[in-house]
């Protein structure tokens, strides 16, 4: 019996000495896959996606210039055009949200502008105090929208001699 279990306990050892040869090679060859995967993807990151950082700023860079190259030529070609600096103004309601909108004014004639220019002061308050006025439900819509335009160009429209503004466009028109 002595021998029995001699025998059967060398088979055993000689076994698990098999299965952990073999769980150290698949453990070597997991952490060698997995360093491939490392170098190829920091490969792939330095050569491909690092690059792409540095020209898209670039890119990006030059897209903004000709927008805004674009949008003053747009402007340009409306005619006489004046606009105003951004306001930032807190909406009406106490939701504690504000308003940041950027404004163009298309203009009857040439010397309008001169005039906002000189009236500027007026014009900038009756603006603030008309989007101030407003909550953010009166402004998100797009009906809200057009009924603050026409509530504008009347209200600066009074300060006007020499001509009138015939349209209004917001350039930038943020509510957050």
Known sequence: ?????G???EPDTAEGKGSSK???KILIIIIAL???LGAGGGAAVYFIVLPK???GEKAGDAQKESAEKEAKADVA???ATAELPPFIVNLGGGAGRYLKVTVVL?????DVAKEIKNREPQIKDAVITVLSSKTPEEILSVQ???ELKGEIMKRINVFLATGVVKELFFVEFVVQ
């Open 34 to 36: 997995l360093l491939a």
């Open 106 to 110: 298309k203009l009857s004639a040439e």
């Open 77 to 79: 070609s409306l005619g």
């Open 22 to 24: 073999g769980k150290s």
């Open 144 to 146: 809200g929208k057009y």
């Open 1 to 5: 019996m002595a021998e029995e279990e």
């Open 53 to 55: 950082m540095a020209g």
């Open 7 to 9: 025998a059967t306990a």
